[in-house]
């Protein structure tokens, strides 16, 4: 089982690095003036455990100092019953880890309901299990070799990575904290590599995990230049939550780099507005500078993202960051999850109350997942028919009678 303590042999399981890290990788220029700002994020999370602001942007010193019990938690934050309890009995089941970045933008009280603790911090509630299962999407059989998970023809998600910035409690893929070794593992690379290389419909590899991000720019690049190499694969997307847990990680010259394989797309996974400081807008920013075009996909949960005044600003904020909100994920089924549930029924009405209200650029699609794909979640506008008419409610809850069938 894959631990906070694990991160310092993130670097022995990688490729060979192709060059050395520098200090431009640790101290990046684009992050130091959040170092010298007294009220930046980066200054608060220096003070608040106790360290120079230069090493809160040294993305490293976050993913060594990650926190993962309630001891070192209670340091630096007044724990809830259920958060204190969570941390005990869920140490061998689920773990935590939590980087301090994303521990400094909790509420420090925690008699107040905080989006951005229920993500991170276990809780007590994650031991009521009725439905829940370990692999929702039934992965494991869809993977043709290990850590390759084919669903369509011409795409695979390719999970090189197993560590994360910080273990969020809705993950559907919990299941691989069972196995120890998944990161940058040479075997599972080089076995997914061949796969795609032989089967030439796969036109579009999504780079996962875990969180690919964490590595080094080097292992990145050895990546991306070995699945350039194959000359079906159109694009190659990542899916990383750097941005919003550990955004120091993504600098400009990370960005830069992965431009030199374009067509490179980025999903990044913001669920609330809370999430969008400027330190995570300057990592989007160095993405989206570079040339490469940045989505979120947010995951619907109780109490952190689940009704109009949370959602909007969240929508808002993304657009401003030109990030395009892109799919809102009906929860998974996943097992210790049950209390951050939404009904679907909650979630449409969700989407209903957002037409009208914003661009439908702002708008992501609502999905539910299935092991054989995505279902589109529509908020029902057809009324029905009456003779040729099709009846439409507006977003404004007016009948509009379309002449559904003329032809030219
Ligand atoms: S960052 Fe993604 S892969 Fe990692 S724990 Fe969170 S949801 Fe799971």
């Known amino acids: 089982m894959r631990s906070h303590s694990d991160t310092p042999e993130v670097r022995s399981c990688q490729p060979a690095l192709p060059e050395r890290e520098t200090e431009s990788d640790f101290l990046p220029e684009e992050f130091r003036r959040f170092a010298t700002d007294p009220a930046s994020v980066t200054s608060r999370i220096a003070a608040q455990f106790g360290v120079s602001a230069e090493s809160v942007i040294n993305w490293r010193w976050h993913m060594r100092r990650q926190v993962g019990d309630g001891a070192s938690a209670a340091k630096v934050l007044s724990l809830a019953a259920s958060e204190s309890e969570g941390f005990n009995v869920l140490k061998d089941a689920f773990v935590a880890g939590i980087t301090p970045y994303y521990m400094g933008l909790m509420n420090p009280d925690p008699s107040v309901s905080c989006p951005i603790r229920l993500q991170a911090l276990p809780r007590r509630e994650e031991l009521d299990v009725r439905h829940g299962v370990m692999d929702p999407l039934d992965e494991v059989p869809h993977s043709p070799v290990k850590e390759?998970?084919?669903?369509?023809?011409?795409?695979?998600?390719?999970?090189?990575?197993?560590?994360?910035?910080?273990?969020?409690?809705?993950?559907?893929?919990?299941?691989?904290?069972?196995?120890?070794?998944l990161h940058f593992n040479r075997r599972i690379v080089d076995n997914g590599i061949a796969y795609i290389a032989s089967n030439p419909a796969i036109r579009d590899v999504l780079v996962t995990g875990g969180d690919p991000f964490i590595a080094s720019d080097g292992a990145l690049e050895n990546l991306l230049e070995r699945l350039r190499a194959i000359p079906h694969v159109d694009i190659i997307r990542f899916g990383t939550r750097t941005p919003v847990t550990l955004p120091y990680r993504v600098t400009a010259k990370l960005a830069q780099m992965i431009a030199k394989f374009h067509p490179v797309w980025v999903n990044t996974h913001f669920n609330c507005a809370e999430e969008l400081t400027p330190e995570a807008v300057q990592a989007v920013r160095n993405l989206v500078d570079a040339g490469i075009p940045v989505g979120n996909q947010s995951?619907?949960?109780?109490?952190?993202?689940?009704?109009?005044d949370r959602m909007m600003p969240l929508l808002r904020g993304l657009l401003k960051a030109r990030v395009r909100p892109y799919y809102l994920f009906h929860p998974h089924l996943v097992e210790g999850t049950e209390h951050l549930r939404v009904p679907i029924d909650d979630g449409l009405k969700l989407m209903k109350s957002l037409r009208g209200n914003i661009t439908g650029l702002g708008i992501p699609t609502y999905i539910v997942d299935t092991p054989s794909g995505k279902v589109p979640m529509m908020p029902n506008h057809v009324l029905g028919r009456d003779g040729e008419d099709l009846l439409l409610e507006d977003v404004r809850g007016q009948i509009w009678r379309e002449k559904a069938s003329l032809r030219p």
Do not use: I, T
């Open 299 to 308: 995951v619907l949960l109780r109490d952190v993202n689940d009704s109009r």
């Open 148 to 181: 390759v998970v084919q669903v369509y023809p011409d795409r695979v998600a390719f999970c090189v990575a197993q560590l994360c910035p910080v273990y969020c409690r809705y993950c559907f893929r919990k299941r691989r904290d069972e196995e120890d070794g």
